[in-house]
Structure formats: C-alpha cells, structure tokens
C-alpha cells in the first residue's frame, strides 16, 4: 500500500504560478508512472500531466501543454508540477496518482493509487 500526499496548492492571481508536490509514503514508486489530475464539481476528473518512471517520457492534455512542467525525484519518492501562466479555468481539486504501468498513459484506469487532492484557485 502506498499513501500519496499532495501539497502545495492555494490561491493565486491570473498569471501567476504554482507548484504541486506529491509525496510517496509506505514504498517505493520509482519504478511507476506517475501522474497530476484534477476535478471540478460536476465534471470528471481528467488527466493533466503524467511522467514515466525514469522521468523521460512525459505527457500533457493540451490545456496545460507549454504552461505546466511535471518531474519527479525518485530519491525523495516525489513527484511534482511546475504550473505557470495560470488561469481561472485552471482552478480545480488537484490530485496525484501511482500508475500500474512504468511508462506515462493517459488512460485514468491505468492509475491505481490516489492522493487526497490539493485546492488551487486562481482568481481573475
């Protein structure tokens, strides 16, 4: 069992920026994609950006494509998200997920462990 435990999140202006961390707790996720979702009332949560295992290979919905930067420091058992250039329609519940697989995948089933979420809120 793996707990994942985001911070980070809080309020900030339209271009302004933010970065989400997420710690792994209980074992190792070095060998796992890992990836930033994030949810707002009434919608499904959707993928924001996802990296593999070794950090090589990334992937980023075109919502956030140029503004967002995900990374991970398998030492730390942490993965972060770099968010500039922020939004109002940015503003949602964020959340980090362990993948099954070791490459990054859009597919949210692929995802097997979840943290608790981390508000961010920008305002205009």
């Known amino acids: 069992q793996v707990q994942l435990v985001e911070s980070g999140g809080g309020l900030v202006q339209a271009g302004g920026s933010l970065r989400l961390s997420c710690a792994a707790l209980?074992?190792?996720?070095?060998?796992?994609?890992m990836g930033w979702f994030r949810q707002t009332a009434g919608k499904e949560r959707e993928l924001v950006a996802a990296?593999?295992?070794?950090?090589?290979?990334?992937y980023y919905s075109n919502s956030v494509k140029g503004r967002f930067t995900i990374s991970r420091d398998n030492a730390k058992n942490t993965v972060y998200l770099q968010m500039n250039s922020l939004n109002p329609e940015d503003t949602a519940v964020y959340y980090c997920?362990?993948?099954?697989?070791?490459?990054?995948?859009?597919?949210?089933?692929?995802?097997?462990?979840w943290g608790q979420g981390t508000q961010v809120t920008v305002s205009a």
């Open positions: 997920a362990v993948s099954i697989t070791r490459n990054a995948v859009a597919a949210i089933t692929a995802y097997r462990y």
């Open positions: 209980g074992r190792t996720v070095s060998l796992h994609a």
């Open positions: 990296i593999g295992w070794s950090g090589t290979s990334t």
